[in-house]
């Protein structure tokens, strides 16, 4: 397993501005992600952040609007750009340790008005 | 298309009542799927993961269970402290599929009241 944190816990931010969330690893680890949770909605793929390479975004996200920086092997930050009231949300950051699993950060809710 | 679906939405519970919760997937190779529990204003917490048809893997009151179109998580004698929404993912080791990502369902609210 792993201990992950994250920071901030929530914000609440005016739109058009930008805000980046971290995320700590106790650990070191090759592959971490990021995750978005809306109300209602299961939780979708932004990004896979490997150290030392390009992140991978999925369909429906762009690096423009979510830029990630992986630095080490324990630490990683989503920036979510150019806020709007649509990108109200909990982000998570999850790391792949030994085999399958994946474990959580305690994540971050956002607020944009 | 939705590749997890998790049934039902929410389901209520009396403690000592036991039920169990529906995970049915659609990929094209399965790598492995998880069962994760969810505490308001937290993140997700792992529970098990099943990697082929036939598997159980047990953890005090619940029971995971797994075929080739869906898992069970059987919860045997609830308490009030197993109150969480329930979710459930799944890897794709099919080509074209991301390394790693889970693809999750829904989740099923679930309330143990005493």
């Known amino acids: 397993s792993a201990v992950i944190s994250q920071k901030p816990s929530r914000d609440i931010c005016q739109r058009g501005t930008s805000l980046t969330i971290q995320c700590q690893v106790d650990?070191?680890?090759?592959?971490m992600f990021w995750y978005r949770q809306q109300p209602g909605q299961s939780l979708t793929l932004i990004a896979t952040?490997?150290?030392?390479?390009?992140?991978?975004?999925e369909s429906g996200f762009v690096i423009d609007k979510f830029p990630i920086s992986r630095p080490n092997l324990t630490f990683s930050t989503l920036t979510v750009s150019n806020m709007s009231p649509e990108d109200s949300s909990i982000y998570l950051c999850?790391?792949?340790?030994?085999?399958?699993?994946?474990?959580f950060g305690p994540g971050t809710r956002l607020t944009v008005t | 298309e939705d590749q997890v679906t998790q049934s039902p939405e929410a389901l209520r519970l009396q403690e000592g009542e036991s039920s169990s919760l529906n995970c049915s997937y659609t990929?094209?190779?399965?790598?492995?799927l998880f069962w994760y529990r969810q505490d308001p204003g937290k993140g997700p917490e792992f529970l098990f993961t099943?990697?082929?048809a036939g598997e159980e893997k047990e953890k005090e009151r619940l029971k995971a269970t797994l075929t080739k179109k869906e898992s069970f998580l059987h919860i045997t004698a609830p308490k009030p402290e197993d109150s969480a929404t329930y979710l459930c993912a799944v890897q794709d080791r099919s080509r074209g599929s991301t390394l790693g990502r889970l693809y999750f369902g829904r989740g099923t609210q679930l309330t143990v009241w005493p």
């Open positions: 990929v094209s190779g399965l790598r492995g």
């Open positions: 650990s070191q680890v090759t592959m």
């Open positions: 099943l990697y082929s």
């Open positions: 999850s790391v792949k340790t030994g085999t399958y699993e994946q474990y």
């Open positions: 952040a490997n150290q030392g390479s390009e992140a991978t975004y």
